[in-house]
């Protein structure tokens, strides 16, 4: 059985980067969610109404794995992540 | 279409309520539960491990609506609760 996490991403970009570059990051980034989607590591995701933030289901043998695939993401240096490991509620069972 | 909620809800027992009394509300909490989640009211749920709380995706037709079905919960007087909307993230498009 697979894990499941609750992760809430901020996305900050700093002053600093250039539109060409922070487009292209955004450009990669849309495309590695759609692929974590497709193959189940996004469960789900939502948008934070009004924000650059998300949460989202995500599935994984361990956190070390979620760790991987998070840090992979290429937008990752300009993320605040926070991850909530869940466990298994009665109702589920 | 309904909308989605993150709903985070932590149990808290007071020290004044007799066991019998508590085993009673917890009873009927876990059939409503159980019926919230066979209705969809409740899409998700995981316990935040090593606690009484958990987290959950609710849906329901607006903040209204949501607020009553929570309140209608038997254990809400023993419950703080806090609620996110979800707005739509593109990769769910």
């Known amino acids: ?9 901020d996305v900050e970009r700093p002053a600093t980067v250039p539109d060409a ?3 292209a990051v955004m ?5 590695r969610a759609r692929g974590y989607r497709r193959a189940g590591v996004i469960v789900r995701i939502w948008r934070i109404p009004g924000t650059r933030s998300n949460v989202g289901i995500w599935s994984a043998a361990s956190a070390s794995e979620l ?8 937008a990752h240096p300009y ?5 909530q ?3 298994q ?5």
Do not use: C, F, G, Q
Request: hydrophobic share 45%.
């Open 1 to 9: 059985m697979t894990n499941e996490y609750l992760v809430r991403i």
């Open 21 to 23: 570059e922070w487009d």
């Open 27 to 31: 450009a990669r980034e849309a495309e």
């Open 67 to 74: 760790h991987d695939k998070l840090s992979a993401l290429p």
């Open 79 to 83: 993320m605040k992540i926070d991850v």
């Open 85 to 87: 490991p869940l466990a």
């Open 89 to 93: 509620h009665y109702v589920e069972l």
